[in-house]
């Protein structure tokens, strides 16, 4: 390790195990505060997963090196005159475990102001000693999309497998940076899988709470990662807030308005698109096993059928009187 990084973070002693019963390395979901998370979408994410699942700090960020406390001062309580309490901005990396205890790694906290570079080279440092095999960061963008239609995610990224079937922009594209970003460079100059997903929440709810966005980006992890994450509740919220806007459309005609305007270009984009990609799983879509998949499939259950077939005399008959 080198010196910077050494001042970069600390590894959390005894460090919790990262193996698991599977084969090949860990997967890296990189969910930073701060940057591109309309709907609150990508807090949310890293929240639900840490109060949903077993976790255990694996290397702790050190603040003072990343973080400008005068662009995000944290909340102070003064008390009968003292000060008693102030919030803590923790930025670390977890170690998770989903429902099968398949373990996975989550960096989450504020997005560093400071020294993206050195931030970056210490995350990679760490994605090496893990043995990382993927990297997916996370990011949601105001979009003028509709609530009324199936929640998009579009993808970048090197890694061919965690894009195959995802939506993509076919577009040149100029943002602002984000260390999420510098981090994605650094590990693809490095030779590492990367991929990063951003869902696309309707602009008129981007600055309240969207869990429709939540789920969509953890459900896009869960089938690219191979997670089995719980989900459940993020869809009683996502429906429960569906209902709400579908009831403050209805009673609104210039409401009504806006959004008809909204569903009629997100239909005539997707068509274009469709045109552009006819094998594309768009959103709202299922993805169809090929004939291939199909036939393995067919061939494993003609197989589980002949195991469970019984031969004479492999079975004794309730009427034989040696029962």
Wanted: with cysteine.
């Amino acid at each position: 390790m080198s010196d910077t990084n050494d001042r970069m973070y600390e590894l959390e002693y005894p460090s919790p195990s990262v193996s698991g019963h599977a084969p090949g390395g860990p997967t890296l979901i990189v969910a930073l505060q701060g940057y591109a998370d309309a709907g609150l979408a990508v807090e949310a994410s890293a929240s639900h997963l840490m109060a949903a699942l077993d976790h255990r700090l694996i290397a702790s960020f050190n603040n003072d090196e990343l973080i400008d406390y005068r662009s995000r001062r944290p909340m102070v309580v003064i008390e009968h005159n003292e000060v008693t309490s102030m919030d803590e901005l923790s930025l670390g990396l977890h170690v998770v475990r989903d429902n099968d205890n398949k373990p996975f790694l989550v960096l989450a906290g504020p997005e560093p102001d400071l020294r993206w570079g050195d931030f970056s080279n210490a995350v990679a440092d760490l994605v090496d000693k893990f043995g990382v095999e993927n990297t997916i960061c996370l990011y949601a963008a105001p979009m003028t999309v509709p609530h009324t239609r199936p929640t998009a995610i579009t993808a970048h990224g090197n890694s061919a497998d965690r894009l195959k079937d995802q939506f993509s922009l076919d577009a040149r594209l100029n943002i602002p940076g984000s260390a999420s970003l510098k981090l994605e460079k650094v590990l693809m100059d490095k030779g590492k899988n990367v991929s990063g997903y951003t869902v696309h929440v309707p602009h008129y709810v981007a600055a309240s709470s969207y869990p429709a966005a939540t789920l969509k980006l953890l459900q896009a992890v869960s089938d690219s990662a191979d997670l089995n994450l719980p989900l459940l509740s993020l869809e009683r919220d996502a429906d429960k807030v569906h209902r709400q806007l579908m009831e403050q459309t209805a009673e609104s005609s210039e409401i009504q308005q806006v959004v008809g305007a909204l569903e009629q270009q997100y239909d005539e984009e997707l068509e274009r698109y469709r045109s552009r990609h006819p094998q594309a799983v768009l959103p709202g879509e299922s993805d169809l096993p090929s004939g291939d998949e199909i036939g393995a499939e067919f061939e494993k259950f003609l197989a589980d059928l002949d195991d469970g077939i019984e031969g004479p005399g492999d079975s004794t008959s309730p009427e034989d009187p040696q029962a």
